[in-house]
């Protein structure tokens, strides 16, 4: 068996955060899939196809790519950000878990790349610098009663909460109902970050507090960092604030 398939992390989206790694993945692919506007950021090369799809599509996705690579092609599948935080890696391996022998056979490469959280932290200081969770807000593939549960378990063990998928056309109140349901569990002033696009050139991150965030400063592109009982804004005359969470925590608040 010679096919070989790798699931690219693209980052959060300028090339400037694509990974040596991950750009020559791509550049030794033969064939490329992925949801069109990733694929999109992937610089065309001569003699490589090119397989667009839909951003729902993961499962059809996921088998035409494993086909694809046990036919002996050399497959790279995109996905933004990191392809293991919420993205086509899993999708990948729960279509090799369910599928045919011979896809356990193939050569498998999940190759890293800078998540949205991560860009998102590292434009307003070190929000993530201690305990910290990631949640995607979607209820497409969970009940929403379980992102529920999740907010409140993360609220009241103390992690600072990456928030990804806040709002979709198809999910338009599952922001909203999260940020009511922190404003029950943690305090008003407790600093939460919107960061829109992070590495695009629409970027724009804000900091802004619990009580007065917006849900219509969300969209698809923003991951929302919700700080911890501990996390600090350091105000800085003529510059952004500096959002942090420090390293170290005295005793247990609850
Ligand atoms: N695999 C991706 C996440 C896919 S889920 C990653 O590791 O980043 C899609 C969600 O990620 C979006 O709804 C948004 O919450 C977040 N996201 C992706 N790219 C982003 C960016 N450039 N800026 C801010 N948030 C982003």
Redesign the pocket.
Known sequence: MSGHLAVV?LG??DARYLTPEADGALAAAEALYGYGSYLDRVPVRAGQRRHGSDNREERARAIAALRDAAAGTRVAVV?????G???MAAAVCEEIEAGPDSWRALDIAIVP?I??ML??AARIGAPLGHDFCAL?LSDNLKPWGLVEQRIDAAASAGFVMAL???ISRARPWQFGAAIERLRRRLPGTTPVVF??????PDEHVSVTTLAAADTADAD????IIVGSRETRVVQRSGRAPLVYTPRAVAEVSA
């Open positions: 992390g959060p989206g996905s933004g950000g990191d392809p935080v919420f993205a790349g998540t949205a860009a998102v995607s990804y998928n806040p960061g829109h696009a992070v590495g695009r698809m592109a923003t991951l």
